[in-house]
C-alpha cells in the first residue's frame, strides 16, 4: 500500500512537472501582433498595360510581426514569360498602418530575366512589397491592392519606408491584422 502511494505521487509530480514544462514553454513564445496574408492572381490596372486576367501567374504572401518587433514569413511572386521566373523570399520585417502592410526580407530562390532577355539567379538579393486589405475582395468597386515586388542585391529594404505603388487585385483576398 504504501508503495502505490509513493507510485501514484511520482506519477502525479512527474505529470504535474511535464503540464508546467509544456505551460511554460507555450506562454514563453512571443505574441503574434500583426498577420499578413495575400493570395490569388497577381495585379490588373487598365494603366498598366498587359495587366489583363491572366498577365501575371500568382502572389502568395504569408507574414506576421511580433511583440518583440520580429517578423516571419514567406513571399512567392510568380511572374509571366514562362522559364519558371518568380521569386521565394524569407520575409524578416514586416510594417502595418491600419489596412495597409508593407514587408521586406530576403529572396532564397529565384530568376528574372535581365535586359537582354535572359534570365539570371536572384537568390540572396532583397525584396520588398505591400499590400491593402479594403474588404473582403468581392467589392468591385473597392478591391484588394498589391505592389510590384521590387528587388535589388544592394542592401536590405527597410519596410517601415512604406514604399510600393497599389493596383488593384480584384481576384484575389488580402487580409492585413
Known sequence: MKNKARI?????????????LFVGSASAQVPIVNYVH????????A?????????????????????DGSASG????????????????RIDCVHVVGNTAWVS?????????????NPFDIAGYYVRTAVQDNGNGSDPSNPDKISF????????????AMLGAFFDMPRGQVTVR
Open 74 to 89: 514567406t513571399l512567392t511572386d510568380g511572374y509571366a514569360g514562362g522559364g519558371n521566373l518568380g521569386l521565394r523570399a
Open 38 to 45: 495575400a493570395g490569388g492572381p497577381d495585379l490588373e490596372d
Open 8 to 20: 501514484s505521487t511520482l506519477f502525479w509530480g512527474v505529470a504535474m512537472i511535464v503540464v508546467v
Open 105 to 117: 526580407g530576403v529572396v532564397t530562390r529565384g530568376r528574372i530575366l535581365d535586359a537582354d532577355g
Open 149 to 160: 515586388s521590387a528587388i535589388r542585391s544592394t542592401a536590405p529594404y527597410v519596410c517601415s
Open 47 to 67: 494603366d498598366v498595360p498587359g495587366s489583363e486576367p491572366g498577365f501575371d501567374k500568382n502572389f502568395s504572401l504569408l507574414a506576421f510581426r511580433y511583440a
